[in-house]
């Protein structure tokens, strides 16, 4: 996991695990989310990889193979993009 821990569960329990889940959901298309999509900080994390991938779709696509993410309407925060662009990058070269 790009988080550093080995399962979901253990990343809710790791408070910068849970600040970088987002982006562990949205380069990594191997969680089952089933059992946590009622959880404040899945649910959470989920949605702004939704809203990413929306915004930068071509980008991922393009170094990643993984399953297409749901459209997800709003803005970027732009404080976002250096982690964005150090996971993807950390993501392309570790696939």
């Known amino acids: ?3 550093g821990v080995a399962s979901l569960e253990e ?7 849970v600040r970088l889940l987002w982006l562990e959901l949205l380069f990594n298309d191997k969680f089952d989310l089933t059992p946590w999509h009622t959880h404040p900080e899945v649910s959470a994390a989920y949605r702004k990889a939704c809203l990413s991938y929306s915004m930068y779709r071509s980008l991922i696509d393009s170094l990643l193979a993984r399953s297409p993410l749901p459209t997800q309407a709003g803005s970027v925060d732009s404080r976002d ?3 964005f662009a150090e996971a993807l990058r950390f993501g392309s070269t570790h696939d």
């Open 1 to 3: 996991m790009y988080t």
């Open 11 to 17: 990343a809710l329990h790791n408070p910068h695990a």
């Open 81 to 83: 993009y250096r982690t």
